[in-house]
């Protein structure tokens, strides 16, 4: 069980890696800074890799943090896309 519960915590550790790095993005958009969208992507794919790893049972406790991401994402889809000329 200890092995399940570290995948969780990881996964939750990743969950707040990635919701920084949307928030640092949006707020370098804001002050018109150039944008390096490297370290978001390599996060995302962290936490999808992280995700994928769960083991079945756990997947239920990380579903709505995962889900929650999906609103901040689309904002920042939505700001990027209006910066493109």
Same mark, same amino acid.
């Given at each position: 069980?200890?092995?399940?519960?570290?995948? /969780?915590? /990881? +996964?939750?550790?990743?969950?707040?890696?990635?919701?920084?790095?949307i928030?640092?993005?949006?707020?370098?958009?804001?002050?018109?800074?150039?944008?390096?969208?490297?370290?978001?992507?390599?996060?995302?794919?962290?936490?999808?890799a992280?995700a994928?790893? /769960?083991?079945p049972?756990?997947?239920p406790?990380?579903?709505?943090?995962? +889900?929650? +991401?999906?609103?901040?994402?689309?904002? /920042?889809?939505?700001?990027?896309?209006g910066?493109v000329p």
């Amino acid at each position: 069980m200890p092995a399940k519960m570290d995948s /969780l915590s /990881l +996964l939750h550790a990743l969950l707040a890696e990635t919701r920084s790095s949307i928030e640092q993005t949006q707020a370098a958009i804001g002050n018109g800074q150039v944008l390096d969208l490297c370290g978001l992507e390599k996060a995302m794919a962290r936490l999808c890799a992280q995700a994928l790893e /769960l083991p079945p049972a756990l997947r239920p406790h990380a579903r709505a943090e995962l +889900l929650a +991401l999906q609103q901040p994402i689309e904002r /920042l889809f939505e700001t990027l896309a209006g910066r493109v000329p």
